[in-house]
């Protein structure tokens, strides 16, 4: 599966934003998917996770309640909606595709076998 990522772009903390992850390939629902995160001097974060139904998700703290990560099978992406930006929320955002099933696992990228180029998020304070 190939990932392309989009929907970067500067905003202002408090604003909101939604990424956009288009997958290509004929097995989609096949993959578990991610997204996450590298702000500049940082090492890669997990940010969010969903199943390959879209029925589970995970995300990290710094995220919950303000990010949402969902999926459409029939048009193979993924979205990440965040809103209510941080400073802190800055970084190259990733999405990435895990040919197994969602499981608490998900949340390292070793997990992953697929990756999109990143897409940058910068929130001004």
């Known amino acids: 599966v190939q990932l392309q990522a989009s929907g ?3 905003v202002q903390a408090g604003d909101s934003l939604r990424l956009f992850c288009t997958a290509s390939g004929r097995t989609f629902n096949n993959y578990s998917m991610g997204w996450f995160r590298q702000g500049p001097g940082k090492e890669r974060e997990f940010v969010a996770a969903i199943s390959r139904s879209g029925g589970s998700t995970y995300y990290a703290d710094s995220v ?3 990010f949402t990560i969902s999926r459409d099978n029939a048009k193979k992406m993924v979205y990440l909606q965040m809103n209510s930006l941080k400073a802190e929320d800055t970084a190259v955002y990733y999405c990435a595709a895990d040919r197994t099933i969602l499981t608490h ?3 390292s990228s070793s997990s992953y076998q697929y990756w999109g ?3 940058q998020v910068t929130v001004s304070s």
């Open 117 to 119: 180029q990143g897409t």
């Open 64 to 66: 919950k309640g303000r």
């Open 8 to 10: 970067g772009g500067m």
């Open 105 to 107: 696992t998900s949340i």
